[in-house]
């Protein structure tokens, strides 16, 4: 059974960091896209940042600058550090991922359970 399994969320005052992580888990073949989401309460869920199998990234202008999105393929892991924490960052972080299995090239959309991520002023 596939699935994505996200930690590293918490709380922190404003002005800090927090490293979230995702681990993918099954009988993967191959990885594709990565993302991460955030969804604050009251509010449709919004793309944060994504980075592909080569590595290229792009990120949601609100954090541009703060945050940095990571994979290390060999762990099957995407990576969101995040720094200058600010109190519109607390939502839940979703980590989001396009998976193959059994061989073939054909992708699925995973989505993990999300961590919570708290900011105080």
């Known amino acids: 059974q596939v699935q994505l399994v996200?930690?590293?969320g918490g709380l922190v005052?404003?002005?800090?960091s927090l490293r979230l992580s995702c681990a993918a888990s099954g009988s993967i073949f191959s990885i594709n896209v990565?993302?991460?989401y955030r969804q604050a309460p009251g509010q449709q869920r919004e793309l944060v940042a994504v980075i592909t199998s080569g590595g290229s990234t792009n990120y949601a202008d609100s954090v541009k600058g703060r945050f940095t999105i990571s994979r290390d393929n060999a762990k099957r892991t995407v990576y969101l550090q995040m720094?200058?924490?600010k109190p519109e960052d607390t939502a839940v972080y979703h980590c989001y991922a396009q998976l193959s299995t059994g061989g073939s090239r054909v992708?699925?959309?995973y989505w993990g359970q999300g961590t919570q991520v708290t900011v105080s002023s």
């Not at 005052?13 to 800090?16: F, I, K, L, M, R």
Request: hydrophobic share 30%; glycine share 18%; aromatic share 12%.
């Open 34 to 36: 990565m993302s991460w």
């Open 6 to 8: 996200e930690s590293g």
């Open 13 to 16: 005052q404003a002005g800090g």
């Open 107 to 109: 992708y699925t959309a």
């Open 83 to 85: 720094n200058s924490l």
